[in-house]
């Protein structure tokens, strides 16, 4: 009888016990509060984050004093591109069943955690911000990677149409889109996309990467906020500079050609207003001062940025760049609770104002499987994004 509870009150994920290790264990199954949702894990991002966290570039599980806590201290369950199936519901839940398919909005905030009023983040729709901020997956909160996944009924948004999960993970990736082009157009910039006078006007844009934080921002300049400018991307790999061509970009392999001197063609020697760090690597930092007009908006999105000191900010400084941070997939909260960022996001999936088909290029159809990804998969040439199938 012992071991037949012992089953049923366990679960397989798989663990991430230090750098660059993982294994698949038996983990306490989580149990489900009353005003809560348990979810059977159906698929699964594997996001550049996930690489980070893997590699030890990055660590956001931090202590009361902000540290890093190694993973041998306390080892990560990763994973928060999150789609799953309701397999119980708390006792409070009154809008979701058993059987519904979600998406989760996978950071714990103000709403979802019950606090007593919303901080000054959660108010004003950073809800990324929020003071106490935690999230499934990134900052110590086992994600996804597991058989199953425990949340506030509030973090879940329900799938009304036929959208396949496995596109439906894109969710996430495509809100902190939304999100990040949010705080750029709020912010006081120079250049506006679609501003009224023509010399504030964007009229060139400069994306560097065509991973899928790079192919989203194209799709969403393109088809959600209308953008019909130019639009450059710099990516070194020739099947995504294919790609993000069909989707109306202007490719530039800057392993091949004079980065410098193909913007300054392209732009008929005007240089760009708006330029997209969406690859984290610190060695565009160099180049970026050559390829912008003064003051222009420099958004930095992507992690990692390794390979370069702080020097190189120089020459941003000397033209009074506008520096703007974003992350997460922040946003304002419906009358239930709910993100309306997230809402966004999966609405644009579900009426293909976003195509995401072609970014799913691995599929992973179990935990076993997952760490080829992080180990080889990502290194091949074909490689896009890999979304794990359970």
Request: net charge negative; hydrophobic share 40%; proline share 3%.
């Amino acid at each position: 009888m012992n071991n037949l509870i012992n089953k049923t009150a366990t679960m397989q994920a798989l663990v991430l016990w230090d750098l660059g290790k993982f294994e698949v264990r038996e983990v306490p199954k989580p149990q489900v509060g009353s005003n809560e949702i348990l979810l059977r894990s159906s698929a699964v991002g594997v996001c550049g984050s996930d690489f980070h966290i893997f590699s030890g570039e990055s660590n956001f599980n931090k202590d009361k004093y902000g540290q890093p806590i190694p993973l041998l201290q306390q080892p990560q369950i990763l994973g928060h591109e999150i789609v799953g199936v309701v397999v119980e519901a708390g006792t409070e839940v009154q809008d979701l069943s058993v059987g519904d398919r979600v998406v989760l909005d996978q950071g714990l905030n103000c709403l979802s955690q019950k606090g007593k009023s919303l901080c000054e983040y959660c108010l004003t729709g950073d809800s990324h911000q929020c003071e106490i901020y935690q999230e499934y997956g990134i900052t110590g909160l086992a994600g996804a990677f597991a058989e199953y996944l425990t949340v506030p009924a509030v973090n879940a948004i329900k799938i009304n149409s036929d959208l396949e999960s496995v596109q439906a993970v894109l969710t996430e990736p495509l809100g902190c889109i939304i999100h990040t082009s949010d705080v750029v157009a709020k912010t006081r910039t120079r250049y506006q996309i679609a501003a009224e006078e023509l010399e504030r006007r964007v009229q060139s844009i400069l994306i560097f990467g065509a991973g899928p934080a790079g192919i989203l921002f194209l799709q969403y300049l393109r088809n959600i906020l209308g953008y019909e400018g130019l639009i450059m991307v710099s990516e070194t790999n020739a099947q995504k500079r294919e790609l993000v061509k069909s989707f109306g970009a202007d490719v530039i392999d800057p392993q091949a050609v004079n980065i410098v001197e193909a913007v300054r063609e392209k732009t008929n020697g005007r240089l760009v207003e708006y330029v997209i760090d969406a690859c984290g690597n610190g060695l565009i930092f160099k180049s970026i001062p050559s390829l912008m007009r003064k003051q222009a908006t420099f958004l930095i999105y992507g992690y990692g940025h390794g390979g370069v000191d702080l020097s190189v900010l120089n020459n941003l400084q000397f033209m009074e760049t506008i520096l703007v941070c974003a992350t997460g997939a922040s946003g304002k909260f419906n009358a239930q609770g709910r993100s309306l960022t997230y809402s966004q996001a999966l609405r644009a999936l579900e009426e293909k104002q976003i195509d995401v088909s072609s970014l799913i290029t691995h599929r992973y159809h179990s935990l076993e499987t997952v760490p080829q990804a992080f180990i080889h998969d990502y290194k091949l040439s074909d490689y896009i994004k890999g979304v794990v199938l359970l």
